[in-house]
């Protein structure tokens, strides 16, 4: 589910919940969070319309350099990463 607010929590929930998130996001894909960071951080310098085209930009410059080899090793990094969190 994607959406504003997917999840709530107990105040003393909250800290804890949000460290988790952000260590494995961090340990997901690396590069690509940077360059999520980057265009966000880009980002905030431009009017909206401007933001979306640079967004649409990238997001093809990207395209355009993934291999067949990199979307198979991510695919088992996703499923290994999705093992891990099921426990």
């Not at 959406?3 to 709530?8: A, E, I, K, P, Y």
């Not at 990199?70 to 969190?85: I, P």
């Given at each position: 589910?994607?959406g504003l607010?997917?999840?709530?929590?107990?105040?003393?929930?909250?800290?804890?919940?949000?460290?988790?998130?952000?260590?494995?996001?961090c340990?997901?894909?690396?590069?690509l969070?940077k360059?999520y960071?980057a265009?966000i951080?880009?980002?905030?310098?431009?009017?909206?319309a401007?933001?979306l085209?640079e967004e649409?930009k990238?997001?093809i410059?990207?395209s355009?350099?993934?291999?067949?080899?990199?979307?198979?090793?991510?695919?088992?990094q996703v499923?290994?990463?999705?093992?891990?969190?099921?426990g």
């Amino acid at each position: 589910r994607w959406g504003l607010v997917n999840r709530v929590y107990e105040a003393d929930e909250l800290v804890p919940a949000a460290m988790k998130l952000a260590h494995d996001m961090c340990g997901s894909q690396p590069d690509l969070l940077k360059q999520y960071k980057a265009l966000i951080d880009d980002g905030y310098g431009m009017n909206f319309a401007a933001a979306l085209k640079e967004e649409v930009k990238r997001s093809i410059a990207h395209s355009e350099s993934v291999t067949a080899d990199a979307v198979e090793e991510a695919r088992k990094q996703v499923t290994a990463r999705g093992r891990d969190q099921q426990g």
